[in-house]
């Protein structure tokens, strides 16, 4: 039947109906269509605006019920920069709403200002996700408005009178600007205005009192700005407030009990300030979300605090409160954070029993006493249980392995001891599995090579005996496997060629030769195969791993035999061993016959903690993991930071930064081109970090000054879509570039992590392609994307994907590659049009571009099931035509 053989007749419709649509009977006035059309020539594609059709049928153009007036007009999206065309909009006199959010307007003309007041209906305005610099402008007239959005641009100054004339203001949301001076208490009307979203950025002083006269206020968001002083004491005259967010700020102060009289609020948030004193007793009476974390609130934590029934999620981690953990938990409680507090007594065992839905549990870093609560067994839903850092004793309770839907577990530094039971291997779910620095004893359970899932293995520093199992190959997701400082025994078995950021096998008994089949970690960092009984030579295929920058031989008195010639950037430690170095003088990092492990520890120092028993018995735990960390860090010869805002300025650190990607464990992921890293600032604020992998010709830092120069330009990509750098680094060969940090991880993660129903998954997809467009329609440079793929594309929301691993063109050096450019178009996901044939003499079509994006999006075969594959198809190619409406024709022959 020829190529058209497969496409269903259901995608052919939607096609016709989508592209042929019949003409919408227009009873616009002539005035209104001479102006659309006037307005459309103003308009630079890919606005899809065709004056052939009538305005109501265009994109964007809400128009009343018999299509006799235009109501309103949308502009999202469309990389619009020149603001000319906006005093043109103000001559539709019927227009309620106008939204030209995320695009690149740097200023809004007088014309507008002046003319759209005198419009009477105009209900909503919609600046946000732009470039608007300067001071706010003075909205006169606006009568009718009632919708101010301005969030997310770069306005500055202070706020005086400029919004007093919008007598009929509900909603003004000015977040994520350049603000500054006090708080604005003149908002129009005060018995109107309900949601006051002020967050990200500089206002100071104190929270004004005269704010408090806006009685029907539902929503107040100070967040992440520079606040100082106390919540007013008679906040409670906000009856009405239903949202109150006060977090990360500089308040202190006691929390005021007047809060208690606010029966509508259900969220309190007033983390990352410094208040101190006691939590009120019965806050959360009427609250569905607490958040107190990282303040200075001391003493116990009322009993009632979980026991409301409409309790939904409490934060008091990392403060000083002291006690213990309450005993009644709200039956819908979701998420509860107690670490980094000085809790005692036991977790209490009963506590569980009717808490369902409990689906995140902190309790780590405090003094917790007794055993783990086998009552956890009927928290079905729990995917996140840390509770590392304390003194639990006794056994890990086989019924954990109950909880299948558990996606991270960290029992570290505790006191455990038994055997780690089979049942673990039940959790398919769990991407982290932490039991180290504890006494468990046994060997490892086959059963946990199961866990297919698993990214990060840690059970360091136990009395785990017997031989590693064998089936350790299975755990294709691996990242880290950490088995060091244990009593295993026998040889090496293959690994997980997954492996990444380390492979510690230190401190055991492992005896045999080093494993060849090394070699297939490629991607792994740091091997530590010190103080064991290895013996013979180092195989030569090991110089062959390409991402190695550590071999930790120290103390194998059974190797022999020459050092063979590593990469400069690899450091071989091979003191205690018979190994001979004979590299020539231009692989100088090998050449460290005397050098000690920074991974290991220390004969010397083993004695002296063996001799100061009390020092053993005090901070031996503290101390093992200090050494165990490598304290290399890189060193870095310009830094900058990118962002405009002030909140970032303030809490990124680029010492702690550079401490974190020393670190290895604090990989998030690794991709062939660059390594993601988290980070935790001074403030408590987290943030990623991407070390660029220029190991790879691809990448050449080249001029320090050209590469600054294009990440400032690259961060000033302003999409919701599109992950932009806040700041960067560069050392003399590496460059590291700081993101905002997005707890939810991956589109992978979530794919592979729970079901999607259909909706999120083309929620996510239509997010994907709006990022991608954008990126097509950057104007100052091409943007060429590495490694596009599930794992790339980080999750904000099942709302807000961001595209990640974008580089400006002129950084990447395609025709440096390694290999042949043919090679690199293999690994590399995605390229923008043109730059294949432009650098490979190869012609690519559009249509294969098309659907090359449309797989990679999502990456179908990663999906559980596929029973609406053609469906989602559909959509998609709807959704590209939306953004690629040129390419149509080309994606349809498919």
């Keep these: 039947m020829g190529r058209f053989e497969y496409i269903p007749t259901s995608f052919l419709s939607i096609l016709f109906i989508f592209c042929f649509c019949p003409m919408v009977l227009s009873l616009l006035s002539q005035n209104q269509t001479k102006t659309m059309i006037n307005l459309s020539k103003n308009l630079p594609p890919p606005v899809p605006w065709n004056a052939s059709y009538p305005p109501c049928s265009w994109m964007g153009v809400d128009c009343d019920p018999t299509n006799s007036s235009i109501v309103g007009i949308s502009l999202i999206r469309y990389s619009l920069s020149a603001s000319d065309f906006l005093p043109l909009v103000c001559k539709i006199q019927t227009l309620e709403h106008f939204d030209v959010s995320n695009n690149r307007l740097s200023s809004i003309p007088d014309g507008f200002i002046t003319e759209c007041g005198k419009i009477k209906g105009l209900k909503k305005l919609n600046f946000s996700g732009n470039m608007l610099g300067g001071d706010l402008p003075s909205f006169h007239g606006f009568d009718a408005l009632e919708s101010l959005d301005m969030s997310l641009n770069y306005l500055e100054g202070s706020i005086g009178i400029q919004l007093d004339g919008l007598v009929s203001l509900k909603s003004l949301n000015l977040t994520s600007n350049n603000f500054g001076g006090s708080i604005p208490t003149k908002l129009g009307n005060s018995t109107v205005l309900?949601?006051?979203?002020?967050?990200?950025?500089?206002?100071?002083?104190?929270?004004?009192?005269?704010?408090?006269?806006?009685?029907?206020?539902?929503?107040?968001?100070?967040?992440?700005?520079?606040?100082?002083?106390?919540?007013?004491?008679?906040?409670?005259?906000?009856?009405?407030?239903?949202?109150?967010?006060?977090?990360?700020?500089?308040?202190?102060?006691?929390?005021?009990?007047?809060?208690?009289?606010?029966?509508?609020?259900?969220?309190?948030?007033?983390?990352?300030?410094?208040?101190?004193?006691?939590?009120?007793?019965?806050?959360?009476?009427?609250?569905?979300?607490?958040?107190?974390?990282?303040?200075?609130?001391?003493?116990?934590?009322?009993?009632?605090?979980?026991?409301?029934?409409?309790?939904?999620?409490?934060?008091?981690?990392?403060?000083?409160?002291?006690?213990?953990?309450?005993?009644?938990?709200?039956?819908?409680?979701?998420?509860?954070?107690?670490?980094?507090?000085?809790l005692s007594g036991n977790i209490p065992p009963g506590a569980f029993a009717a808490v369902p839905n409990l689906t995140y549990l902190e309790l780590d870093n405090n003094d917790l006493t007794g055993t783990i609560p086998a009552e956890l067994d009927s928290c079905r839903k729990l995917a996140l249980l840390n509770l590392a850092q304390n003194h639990l004793t006794g056994v890990l309770p086989p019924l954990l392995g109950n909880l299948t839907n558990l996606q991270v577990l960290r029992l570290q530094m505790n006191e455990l001891n038994g055997t780690i039971p089979i049942e673990i291997g039940q959790l398919h779910k769990l991407s982290i599995l932490n039991l180290s620095w504890n006494s468990l004893g046994g060997s490892i359970p086959s059963e946990i090579t199961n866990l297919s899932s698993l990214n990060f293995l840690n059970m360091q520093s136990n009395n785990l005996s017997g031989s590693i199992p064998t089936s350790i190959e299975n755990l294709k997701l691996l990242i880290e496997l950490q088995l060091g400082e244990n009593q295993l025994s026998g040889v090496i078995p293959i690994m997980p060629r997954s492996l990444q950021a380390s492979l510690n096998l230190s401190s055991n008994h492992l005896s045999g030769n080093i494993p060849s089949s090394f070699d297939i970690l490629d991607g792994l960092e740091v091997l530590d195969l010190s103080n064991n009984k290895l013996s013979g030579p180092i195989p030569k295929e090991l110089t062959g791993m390409s991402s190695l920058t550590q071999l930790l031989l120290s103390n194998n008195a059974l190797l022999s035999g020459e050092i063979p010639k590593f990469s400069q950037h690899v450091e071989v430690v091979y003191s205690g061993t018979g190994l001979i170095n004979n590299t020539s003088p231009d692989n100088p990092i090998a050449n460290r016959p005397n050098t000690v492990?920074?991974?290991?520890?220390?004969?010397?120092?083993?004695?002296?903690?063996?001799?100061?028993?009390?020092?053993?018995?005090?901070?031996?735990?503290?101390?093992?993991?200090?050494?165990?960390?490598?304290?290399?860090?890189?060193?870095?010869?310009?830094?900058?930071?990118?962002?405009?805002?002030?909140?970032?300025?303030?809490?990124?650190?680029?010492?702690?930064?550079?401490?974190?990607?020393?670190?290895?464990?604090?990989?998030?992921?690794?991709?062939?081109?660059?390594?993601?890293?988290?980070?935790?600032?001074?403030?408590?604020?987290?943030?990623?970090?991407?070390?660029?992998?220029?190991?790879?010709?691809?990448?050449?830092?080249?001029?320090?000054?050209?590469?600054?120069?294009?990440?400032?330009?690259?961060?000033?990509?302003?999409?919701?879509?599109?992950?932009?750098?806040?700041?960067?680094?560069?050392?003399?060969?590496?460059?590291?570039?700081?993101?905002?940090?997005?707890?939810?991880?991956?589109?992978?993660?979530?794919?592979?992590?729970?079901?999607?129903?259909?909706?999120?998954?083309?929620?996510?997809?239509?997010?994907?392609?709006?990022?991608?467009?954008?990126?097509?329609?950057?104007?100052?440079?091409?943007?060429?994307?590495?490694?596009?793929?599930?794992?790339?594309?980080?999750?904000?929301?099942?709302?807000?994907?961001?595209?990640?691993d974008v580089e400006l063109y002129h950084v990447i050096n395609p025709l440096k590659s390694t290999g042949n450019f043919s090679e690199v178009v293999g690994s590399v996901g995605y390229i923008p049009p043109g730059t294949i044939t432009r650098y490979s003499g190869q012609c690519f079509p559009i249509l294969r571009e098309l659907w090359g994006e449309a797989m990679l999006l999502i990456k179908w075969h990663e999906f559980p099931d596929c029973k609406n594959y053609w469906e989602l198809m559909i959509s998609l190619q709807v959704t590209f035509a939306t953004f690629h409406l040129d390419r149509l024709v080309a994606g349809l022959v498919l």
Excluded at 198 to 206: D, Q, R
Excluded at 230 to 259: C, D, R
Excluded at 662 to 674: E, G, I, M, P, W
Excluded at 724 to 747: F, K, M, Q, R, V
Aim: hydrophobic share 40%; charged share 15%; net charge positive.
């Design 194 to 342: 309900e949601h006051l979203v002020l967050s990200v950025n500089h206002f100071g002083g104190k929270i004004p009192d005269e704010l408090l006269s806006y009685e029907n206020l539902t929503e107040v968001d100070f967040r992440a700005n520079l606040l100082s002083g106390f919540i007013p004491s008679n906040i409670g005259k906000l009856s009405n407030l239903e949202s109150l967010v006060l977090s990360s700020n500089n308040l202190t102060g006691e929390i005021p009990a007047s809060l208690l009289n606010l029966t509508k609020l259900s969220r309190f948030a007033a983390n990352q300030n410094n208040f101190i004193g006691p939590v009120p007793p019965g806050i959360t009476n009427h609250l569905t979300s607490l958040d107190l974390s990282f303040n200075k609130l001391s003493g116990p934590i009322p009993e009632d605090l979980l026991s409301p029934s409409q309790l939904q999620a409490v934060d008091l981690s990392n403060n000083m409160l002291n006690g213990s953990v309450p005993t009644k938990f709200s039956p819908n409680l979701f998420r509860l954070r107690f670490g980094s507090n000085h």
């Design 597 to 804: 492990s920074r991974n290991g520890i220390s004969v010397a120092v083993a004695v002296l903690i063996a001799i100061v028993a009390a020092f053993v018995l005090v901070g031996l735990p503290t101390l093992l993991v200090v050494s165990r960390k490598n304290c290399w860090q890189p060193q870095f010869i310009e830094s900058n930071l990118l962002t405009p805002n002030a909140i970032h300025k303030s809490r990124i650190h680029f010492g702690k930064a550079m401490e974190a990607v020393a670190d290895t464990s604090n990989v998030t992921l690794k991709t062939r081109f660059s390594t993601y890293y988290t980070a935790i600032m001074p403030s408590g604020s987290i943030y990623f970090i991407k070390k660029l992998n220029c190991s790879n010709k691809i990448l050449p830092l080249g001029s320090h000054d050209k590469f600054g120069k294009a990440l400032e330009v690259y961060a000033k990509l302003n999409n919701s879509n599109v992950m932009t750098p806040l700041a960067y680094a560069l050392s003399i060969d590496t460059a590291y570039i700081l993101y905002e940090y997005i707890s939810n991880g991956s589109l992978y993660d979530v794919l592979h992590g729970s079901m999607l129903d259909w909706g999120s998954r083309y929620t996510i997809a239509v997010g994907v392609a709006q990022g991608l467009s954008f990126l097509h329609g950057f104007a100052s440079s091409p943007i060429l994307l590495l490694d596009l793929s599930s794992k790339s594309i980080m999750l904000k929301s099942l709302k807000e994907p961001q595209v990640g």
